[in-house]
């Protein structure tokens, strides 16, 4: 059970109505951790081995940097204390949207699913949000990445058992040097039926691979052969010594066209509409009457070459995940 623990000096942050210029006690808080880069005055100022206590029932937006270390007799804090506030002393690597959403059309929304069941608004394009949730008080809902097929966990023993099935696979060689693999050609001969060669270019493709671990991976998708039924993809792990092969599972995700039912979105992070969020929320209900969390921060707490730094007593949620393939 969580315990209290503070050292002998104390300071205490309150994002929701503390002043980094503040004394930094209870009854005067911050608004920021020294560690965070929008810190100001004394906040930004302070330095040494303290207890920071985060006010219960508080969102904290933000991310902290360590740079500097505790020692074994008096390390680091953060924390919460259970009589400062009430609820959670929360961290979210997200900004919450309580408004602004219009109903899309055919215009607004080109190649969507059911335009008239979709909303959007535009943001920012300084961070693209790849995770997403409705937030209905107490009730916390994840929307997914519009993805194909409309995949569940309905199998807890194999959580991949409604992805598709690629039915072949080739290796198509560098010209320069036919020892390196250019591209993959991924054939599904049952599911992969549209006719327009743009279909499935630039969607994202999980996909299993011959190997001990085969673990999904995500990968581009470059092309798309409508004749063969075959998309070319980039090789996994930027080498192709270990593709996908026949009977590997895999789905595709991040294209207008798949957000085709509840629980979805899409955004487009180029292009004529970049920074135009698209959602269809669980139920169809209208945005407007909710929160949605769209993650923004990859990282709430970055520790590197720090040590006696101990983190309790607080709450994680909705941050940001990496596009692995573009790294």
Not at 244 to 272: H, I, M, S, V, W
Not at 279 to 295: F, G, I, Y
Request: hydrophobic share 35%; net charge neutral; aromatic share 14%.
């Amino acid at each position: 059970p969580f315990e209290l623990i503070t050292g002998p000096s104390v300071r205490y942050i309150d994002y929701g109505s503390g002043s980094d210029d503040a004394a930094g006690t209870r009854a005067a808080p911050w608004k920021h951790h020294p560690w965070d880069p929008a810190a100001t005055g004394k906040a930004a100022a302070c330095e040494g081995a303290h207890t920071y206590v985060f006010r219960r029932g508080v969102v904290y937006r933000g991310r902290l940097v360590a740079d500097e270390s505790g020692d074994s007799a008096n390390p680091i804090r953060l924390t919460a204390d259970p009589s400062w506030g009430t609820g959670e002393a929360a961290f979210y690597g997200s900004f919450a949207i309580t408004g602004g959403w219009q109903r899309a059309d055919s215009a607004s929304a080109p190649g969507v699913y059911q335009p008239g069941s979709v909303w959007y608004m535009d943001i920012d394009t300084a961070r693209t949000p790849r995770c997403l949730w409705e937030v209905d008080g107490d009730v916390i809902r994840r929307v997914t990445l519009a993805r194909n097929p409309n995949w569940t966990v309905c199998n807890p023993d194999d959580a991949r058992s409604q992805w598709y099935v690629w039915t072949g696979v080739e290796s198509v060689p560098q010209k320069a040097d036919p020892s390196k693999v250019e591209y993959l050609r991924a054939f599904d001969t049952n599911r992969l039926d549209k006719p327009d060669p743009q279909y499935y270019v630039g969607a994202t493709v999980w996909t299993e691979y011959v190997g001990v671990m085969g673990t999904p991976y995500p990968t581009r998708v470059m092309a798309y052969e409508p004749d063969a039924r075959a998309v070319h993809i980039k090789p996994l792990y930027y080498t192709g010594g270990r593709p996908p092969g026949k009977y590997c599972r895999y789905y595709l995700e991040n294209l207008p066209q798949f957000l085709d039912t509840r629980g979805e979105f899409y955004y487009a992070a180029d292009g004529p509409r970049a920074g135009r969020l698209y959602v269809r929320l669980h139920m169809d209900r209208d945005p407007n009457t909710v929160t949605v969390e769209a993650a923004r921060q990859l990282s709430l707490i970055t520790i590197r070459d720090q040590s006696h730094i101990h983190v309790s007593g607080l709450t994680f949620r909705f941050q940001n995940v990496w596009n692995w393939f573009d790294r």
